[in-house]
């Protein structure tokens, strides 16, 4: 099977064939008649994620974010970069192909990326609104609690809060990766918790001037709102993991793999 045999089953399969004119889901490397020996999911292809590939003999990676750190993968400025060329010769060493799902995976019949961190957590049933992935109805517990229920499904050591830790909480928000920036509005994450009467708000990546600062006015103005920032990486990379699981039936028996990009931090 080729690279653009496994795409296009990919898009059938998520979004009816519908290919975006404009889109982030390109190859970052390699080429769409490579024929296909093993495939590996991941939230990024970091040099880790491509040396575990290799040591799998998979030279197709799926990545959800970039290859080349920014957003379209443009190349153009890292020509004499160290870290571009050393990463560019790994890849090419070993004749690894590396694809963006990104917008398409979003844009799904239902949003991947959510569904994934939605069975880790096993919140299927919590759902608020069938129509949304964005609100759940959680049994009463405190932020706290509900922390460390994230720190030990995600697999982190530590996780940050804003607000009351002791607070008691049961409607939780969550905007996945970029999403608690906004979506193109930074007041969405704001209107949504208003809107939606939501004690919590669990977020990827934050902004600390726009729903940082509204959490934190909240609670110091005695308002029950609370915020659990567990990042891009921590929010988004169980929807590539659970992507293995529905991948592999689609692509005839070709070794369909999960390696974990991990976060990117360090805490001292």
Not at 41 to 64: P, Q, S, Y
Not at 72 to 97: F, G, M
Not at 144 to 153: F, G, M
Not at 224 to 246: C, F, L, P, Q, T
Request: aromatic share 8%.
């Amino acid at each position: 099977m080729k690279v653009q045999e496994v795409i296009d089953r990919i898009l059938l399969d998520c979004c009816g064939g519908k290919k975006l004119e404009e889109t982030c889901d390109v190859l970052a490397s390699g080429h769409m008649e490579m024929e296909v020996k093993g495939i590996v999911t991941t939230f990024m292809a970091t040099a880790d994620v491509i040396k575990e590939a290799i040591a799998l003999g998979a030279n197709l990676i799926i990545t959800h974010e970039p290859t080349y750190f920014t957003g379209k993968d443009h190349t153009d400025w890292l020509t004499e970069d160290a870290v571009y060329v050393e990463k560019k010769k790994l890849i090419d060493e070993h004749q690894i192909t590396i694809w963006r799902f990104h917008d398409h995976m979003h844009m799904a019949d239902t949003d991947r990326i959510y569904d994934g961190l939605i069975k880790e957590l096993e919140w299927d049933a919590f759902k608020a609104d069938a129509n949304s992935p964005w609100v759940y109805e959680l049994e009463s517990t405190t932020v706290k609690e509900l922390a460390q229920y994230l720190k030990n499904k995600l697999g982190m050591k530590t996780i940050r809060v804003v607000g009351n830790p002791e607070m008691s909480c049961s409607r939780v928000g969550i905007l996945v990766g970029g999403g608690s920036l906004g979506l193109g509005r930074e007041q969405m994450p704001m209107e949504l918790m208003n809107e939606k009467n939501l004690d919590v708000m669990l977020c990827g990546e934050i902004t600390e001037w726009t729903l940082c600062a509204y959490v934190n006015d909240a609670a110091m103005l005695g308002l029950k709102k609370a915020m659990i920032v567990i990042g891009h990486e921590r929010s988004e990379e169980w929807g590539m993991k659970h992507m293995a699981d529905w991948l592999s039936p689609l692509v005839e028996g070709v070794p369909v793999s999960f390696v974990d990009a991990k976060e990117p931090f360090h805490y001292v």
